[in-house]
């Protein structure tokens, strides 16, 4: 976890389970639960947000309730550096794609994807990955019910 980061220490650890629970707390209850200073607590997030390690806030949504997840498994009839590269870009960039894994094995990249219904993620599949010359073949794994989605990092 500290690869290209400074070292965190205790409290650094506690303000993160904190604020991975419920990022909306006020920095005062945030020093209240975690025994510092309501400025000290502001200078920490600060600098955990300047540092990357903190990357982002936001509000998580129900995803069952607004459409259809799948998992998809994508594997390359090519291996080379210029074809995973713009491969990635154009998976980042889709706003269908919501996360984007390379992975080590015989599947090249884990895609989680999310449409309104599974016309538009077919059409969506027909355009973007049998569309697209390096995807040798995709596999689809359509979500049926979320049972645990936790966007925490385990900190212990």
């Keep these: 976890m500290q690869q290209g980061y400074a070292m965190l220490d205790a409290?650094?650890?506690?303000i993160l389970?904190?604020?991975?629970?419920?990022n909306?707390?006020?920095n005062?209850?945030?020093?209240?639960?975690v025994n510092l200073s309501e400025t000290a607590v502001r200078r920490r997030l600060d600098r955990l947000r300047n540092e990357g390690v903190i990357c982002g806030d936001v509000a998580l949504l129900d995803r069952d309730a607004l459409g259809q997840t799948m998992v998809v498994s994508v594997i390359f009839a090519e291996d080379s550096a210029g074809a995973y590269a713009r491969?990635?870009?154009e998976m980042v960039a889709s706003e269908r794609v919501t996360q984007c894994y390379s992975i080590a094995g015989?599947?090249?990249f884990i895609l989680i994807v999310h449409a309104p219904d599974l016309r538009e993620f077919e059409a969506w599949a027909q355009t973007t990955l049998l569309g697209d010359p390096v995807v040798k073949r995709y596999e689809t794994s359509v979500v049926f019910t979320t049972h645990k989605f936790s966007t925490g990092v385990p900190l212990g």
Excluded: K, W
């Excluded at 005062?28 to 639960?33: G, L, S």
């Design 17 to 22: 389970a904190v604020v991975q629970a419920d």
């Design 24 to 26: 909306r707390l006020p």
């Design 87 to 89: 491969f990635r870009e």
């Design 11 to 14: 409290f650094d650890h506690a």
């Design 106 to 108: 015989e599947v090249d």
């Design 28 to 33: 005062r209850e945030i020093a209240h639960r």
